[in-house]
């Protein structure tokens, strides 16, 4: 036989007509049983977020109170026209666990006190019998601190490539906040390769992200913290950092390969094929060729654009010669040059 609870109309009436209409904020808090050696419930904590209500409650156990978890709450106001919100004169949520079902209605009976009704009923083969049970709470004066958020977005460490340099700083909302204030600092280098945080920037703003314009190409760090209604501070999140690189990569320099550094050519026609290494990354390479002359080397022989990584041409002359060689990205940057290397030819 499935055993269930009634509630007689008349007796739900009752319960409400001793309850004090007040608003959903003047619920949240965390309520402790006046009677420190009750059996039942122990404590409640009503937590919002926005219009919703949720209602979490612990039953005396040994050595530690059972938490029943946190559940939705339904708002009751104290009539069919008023606002739930503003005019609230109960709250209820149902409990289950092990096959106990728990339906919980709190209302306050005065501005730091609250009545809680609960009727318990126990699944099929139980011998326990359904109950009712009535207690009294009293609103904690120890002010509940609201958790450190959770960062999402950017993750720890990130290198961010993007101009200009906005970074979108996203969390998960904190139950009970009404704003948030984000911290950002920046890490500012030093000519002897050290630095230090510095800038420290503090916005306060009331949605779950915050979009921050990152000064030059160097690291960041942020935290966040929520704010509840009576302006107080919650637990403040750790840092975490980015770094910023947007100045384009330097390509390395070409390995070259031939012809040998000193090379001696002893031919005519002076046809001469120069190989290097490909780079990756590089879109084409520039090649420079100079001329030994009177003395001293005669720049602006060649300086020649080639999209392969070889470049063919007819030498000046029977003397010196020494060629050179960088990648260009698709950028347009000009990467670091390879060192001169030399040949000769005789004829």
Known sequence: MTKRILLPTFFVICLFSLSVSAQLSNFVGTWQNTNSQTRGVTKIAVTRNGNNAFLRAWGQCTPNDCDWGRRTATKYAS????????????????????????????????????????????????????????????????????????????????????????????????????????????????????????????????????????????????????????NRAGRKSGWRTFDYRTTPTVLRAPVQVSPANGRVFNRFPRNTL??????????????????????????????????????RFNFVGAQPGRWRVWAISASGTAGRKSPWRTFRYTR
């Open 79 to 230: 009539g069919p026209t008023r606002n739930e919100v503003n005019n609230t004169i109960a709250l209820s949520a149902s409990f289950s666990s092990s096959g106990i079902g728990r339906f919980v209605i709190v209302r306050l009976t005065g501005g730091s006190t609250m009545e809680a009704d609960v009727f318990t009923t126990y699944p099929p083969g139980d011998n326990r019998s359904n109950s009712f049970n009535k207690y009294r709470f009293r609103k904690s004066t120890v002010a509940t601190v609201l958790g450190a958020p959770v960062q999402i977005a950017p993750r720890n460490g990130q290198r961010l490539t993007n101009f200009p340099r906005r970074v979108r700083l996203d969390w998960r909302p904190v139950s009970g906040a009404i704003a948030y204030r984000v911290e950002i600092e920046t890490y500012f280098r030093n000519s002897s390769g050290g630095g230090s945080w510095g800038g420290n920037t503090q916005k306060r703003v009331n949605a779950s992200q915050y979009t921050h314009t990152h000064v030059g190409d160097q690291p960041g760090r942020w935290r966040v913290w929520a704010i509840d209604r009576n």
């Open 274 to 311: 120069l190989n290097w290494n490909p780079v990756p990354g590089a879109t084409a390479y520039r090649v420079e060729i100079e001329y030994f002359s009177g003395g001293r080397w005669i720049g602006g022989y060649k300086n020649v654009r080639v999209t392969s990584s070889q470049y």
